[in-house]
């Protein structure tokens, strides 16, 4: 049988790995900050959603951190039990929890913010702010492709 791997990109060129490798190295320098304020990532990118928005549903929550409802419902439970965001039903419909930060999450997000801050202004220094600004658009781009 004869490998026909003309038709891809060598791995080091592939969009999907690269992407990957971007995001580990990303993780690898935001962890500590993070484990130093003892919150996960995914709980972090939840307090991050839910701070952009008054009162965002659930649902909405797992989509903008990219994680399943299973887990949000797991990450939510955590962070109302540190006091970080309260979760009520929502009056006109039952079915949907909406979030919101509590004076603690506001505070804890103002307290990690400028470390996380930081750490990405020095990322986008690696590569300057224009094409960082690029890239980030590209990746927009992509995400709202219709790939059908």
Same mark, same amino acid.
């Given at each position: ?76 439970? *955590?962070?109302? /039990?540190?006091?970080?965001?309260? %979760? +009520? ?5 039952? $079915?949907? #929890? !909406? ?7 506001? *505070?804890?997000? /103002?307290?990690?913010?400028?470390? %996380? +801050? ?5 990322? $986008?220094? #690696? !590569? ?7 890239? *980030? ?12």
């Amino acid at each position: 049988m004869t490998k026909n791997v003309a038709q891809y990109e060598p791995t080091s060129r592939s969009l999907p790995n690269s992407l990957l490798q971007t995001r580990e190295l990303i993780r690898e320098v935001v962890r500590p900050m993070l484990m130093r304020h003892r919150i996960t990532e995914q709980q972090w990118r939840v307090l991050r959603v839910i701070s952009e928005d008054v009162r965002i549903d659930a649902s909405t929550v797992a989509a903008r951190a990219c994680l399943l409802a299973p887990s949000v419902t797991r990450i939510v439970r *955590a962070l109302a /039990e540190r006091g970080f965001i309260s %979760s +009520v039903r929502d009056v006109s419909d039952k $079915r949907r #929890t !909406v979030l919101q930060l509590t004076g603690a999450g506001e *505070a804890f997000i /103002e307290k990690v913010s400028p470390e %996380s +801050v930081e750490i990405f202004a020095k990322l $986008r220094q #690696t !590569v300057g702010s224009e094409r960082w600004e690029q890239l *980030a658009t590209l990746l927009s781009d992509i995400q709202a492709a219709d790939t059908d």
